[in-house]
DNA sequence: CGTTTTCTGTGCATTCTTGCACAGGACCGG
DNA sequence: CCGGTCCTGTGCAAGAATGCACAGAAAACG
């Protein structure tokens, strides 16, 4: 049963009785819906109508194909008004996939959002790979630093979370506190363990540090995190993160160079739709509140 | 919600995932895939697919696509199945129209065949004017006389009835009985009301008496049948009816010239249909058991 | 790391569908 | 009885959808 226009054809013709009549309705000349029903009759090896001069009578094969076409007809008709009212309306799933580190920054943001707007299901994914827009995986990705985006993508300007270096109380107590960056000598670092990080605190920490000062050295930024929490050495801290922990002292204040930008990503075609514009507005507005963001 | 090939053509992506496959399955080129997709995107003015190099992932709405036309695929599938079966089959309805006169005579037919195929809903029309069969209004007609046919109509001689020359024993014992068609003088007759009938026994009658010895005419053969019964005159009454009634007694005995052919009616595109040749085979084996007929 | 495969996407020639004009038949109303 | 109207049906030309060839890009594979 290929050809569904044929049986868009024939349900018309069957609906009204006449060949010119469903023409008119289906926008064609008459001759096409004759055309329509003689090739859909051919393949079935059926008639579907009496052909009479007065018009088309549907036999029990094309009164039967009245019925089921008068529900299709409906289906495609709420398929389409759904598809068309979607764009426009705050529903269904958004996907959202974030670094893990921001992971409990992000997480009040979603649950407000979704009491803001009760009809979307939220989901939010952190993963170690990065989730790929144009495949469909996910509606907003908010990613750190500067890199390189797909060419479909819209990427935005979220804020710029400020990184401070901290230590441990015990840590302090044994290798006492550095005045400024001019003071570090003698003192051991938690540094991540890759030579070209994109990260700008990082950057700096290599460039300022003598090599043999970093004593702890590690992949994760989780793991980078827990070495200074045990007392490893300084090492940099988002200062949102390290203001929760209050064992942790910070040892400079905290220096515009050192912030990393946080960027919002969307898929271009994805992006026009009111529920993403919706969840980037309440994003927006949810990180003006942040402390530790500039 | 115009063009239902392009939905089904979207539903196979959705389906499959990638544009080429949908164009194996559908059995056309590639690019009119996309074109499709492209064209049904643009007038629904959202984004059915992501498109990426392995493929088109369904978003929401295409999903939304896709579960709508999967039931819709699979109900064209059954039609088509019913459609295509149903030539083969006897089952649904069988519409059967026929003058007034011989239902009592077929009813018994009627019943025997729903009977036998208990799949077929039975419909016996008789009304006064003549059903159409080009009108799809029946499936089968019975008529009688040799009247002219609608060019697609496949005509076959059913039986030939006989009627014969009847009154009632009131009639008989006020006017006594005439020995043979030369002793009708004094006899009064009922008739049609119609000078040129096509009945060859009305022929004969009108031409064999007088008019005057016409005493009773209508245009009713149900009224003329009950004006014989009421002892109005001598009339001509099918010998099957008659033989029900014990108050008629046979004037004179059937002849060859009276008869009047029973014909079966069909339209040429439902006879070759299963369920109508079932239906004819099992009139014309009931009709070989008819008495009165030849 | 280069190669192969498998996708999508687009300009161009072709085929096929569609529209048009007209014929023919049936029905209706005067 | 006869013109007007509303149907269906068909040959022919215009237009639109399709197929083809090729480009390009990304993933898979050895």
Redesign the pocket.
């Known amino acids: 049963m290929d050809n569904w ?1 044929e049986i868009r054809t024939a349900f018309q ?1 069957a609906r009204l ?7 008119d309705v289906l ?13 859909l009759e051919r393949r079935l090896g059926a008639k579907l109508f009496q ?6 009578t549907p036999t029990e094969a094309g009164r039967d194909l009245l019925a089921v076409a008068q529900t299709t007809e409906e289906q495609f008709a709420h398929l389409s008004s759904r598809i068309k009212g979607q764009g426009e309306t705050v529903s269904g799933e958004l996907v959202v996939t974030s670094i893990a580190g921001i992971a409990d920054l992000l997480t009040p943001v979603m649950v407000s959002f979704q009491r803001n707007w009760p009809e979307v299901r939220v989901r939010f994914l952190t993963d170690m790979r990065v989730f ?1 827009l144009d ?1 469909g995986e996910a509606h907003v990705a908010i990613r750190a630093g500067t890199g390189p985006e ?2 479909d993508n819209v990427v935005q300007p979220l804020a710029r979370i400020q990184s401070g270096l901290y230590a441990t109380k015990a840590y302090l107590d044994r290798f006492g506190k550095p005045a400024s960056d001019a003071d570090f000598a003698g003192h051991r670092f938690v540094c991540v363990d890759h030579e070209n990080t994109r990260a700008p605190f990082y950057r700096w920490l290599r460039a300022t540090v003598q090599p043999d000062q970093i004593a702890y050295a590690a992949t994760e930024p989780a793991a980078l995190e827990e070495a200074v929490r045990q007392g490893a050495g300084i090492g940099f801290i988002s200062c949102f993160r390290a203001s929760l922990d209050p064992a942790l002292v910070e040892i400079l204040p905290p220096r515009a160079e050192w912030e990393s930008p946080l960027r919002i990503v969307t898929h271009v075609d994805l992006h026009r739709t009111r529920k993403v514009q919706a969840f980037l507005s309440h994003l927006k507005d949810a990180a003006k509140e942040w402390a530790f963001c500039s």
């Open positions: 226009d013709v009785g006449t060949v010119s009549g469903a023409a926008g064609v000349h008459h001759a096409t819906v004759i055309r329509h029903i003689d090739s052909r009479h001069a007065r018009g088309y790929r495949y797909e060419p």
